[in-house]
């Protein structure tokens, strides 16, 4: 069974804190690991992509993979209200297969 | 501006009745996917297509359809035998075998509901 998990959270953090996602996947073979942000009612859009180990700066996000641990993480620095969402992980499986996590919801709070 | 256009917005059913959600693309992706999310939960594929004239069974087929005779557009039926079928459907695409180098992008979707 190729597996995402999140946690469901919800998780919150005052303005202006660091917000940590945490996501692990199954297949030791995963090569393309992406993280999504769904406003309520939205449909999920892309933020950050990562295929390597180590980090992945873009903005106030930061994406981080260890394959050796089957661990991915998203780091969203200065959150700000309007970063409340749900944060979607996604691994690809078989060069074409991706499966998703069941998201994690965050709230920032003023 | 190149995109994923979903329609209708909103929709509902009838128990008992055949509807059809309309997902088209201008991106020229070759590869095409319907999943459908439930309120707090993730995202399950149902069917997706990577070439026109050939599609696949996802992992929640039954009640459902599709058909993919052109490019750009990849239409979902939900039929009767969806005894379940309210949810938030989302209609992505890919170009082929890129998935991994540029992930999915998105329509804005459909909410779906039983009456």
């Known amino acids: 069974q190729k597996e995402v998990e999140q946690n469901s959270g919800p998780l919150s953090v005052p303005e202006g804190a660091i917000a940590s996602l945490n996501c692990t996947y199954s297949d030791r073979g995963s090569q393309s690991f992406f993280w999504y942000r769904q406003y309520s009612g939205k449909s999920p859009e892309l933020i950050m992509s990562?295929?390597?180990?180590g980090d992945k700066e873009d903005g106030r996000f930061t994406a981080q993979l260890n394959k050796a641990s089957q661990y991915v993480s998203l780091l969203i620095r200065d959150s700000q209200p309007s970063d409340s969402a749900t944060y979607l992980c996604a691994v690809i499986y078989n060069n074409n297969d991706m499966r998703f996590g069941a998201g994690t919801r965050l709230t920032v709070k003023p | 501006d190149g995109g994923i256009t979903q329609s209708p917005k909103y929709l509902f059913r009838k128990e008992g009745q055949n509807v059809t959600l309309s997902c088209e693309q201008n991106?020229?992706?070759?590869?095409m996917y319907w999943y459908r999310q439930d309120p707090g939960q993730g995202l399950r594929l149902i069917y997706y297509s990577q070439i026109v004239n050939d599609f696949q069974k996802g992992d929640i087929a039954e009640g459902y359809s599709v058909s993919r005779e052109k490019k750009e557009s990849f239409p979902l039926t939900v039929t009767s035998a969806q005894k379940n079928p309210t949810a938030f459907y989302l209609c992505?695409?890919?170009?082929?075998?890129?998935?991994?180098?540029?992930?999915?992008?998105f329509g804005s979707g459909t909410r779906l509901t039983v009456v």
């Open positions: 992505a695409s890919s170009p082929y075998r890129q998935t991994a180098n540029y992930g999915y992008t």
């Open positions: 990562i295929y390597s180990n």
């Open positions: 991106l020229n992706h070759d590869a």
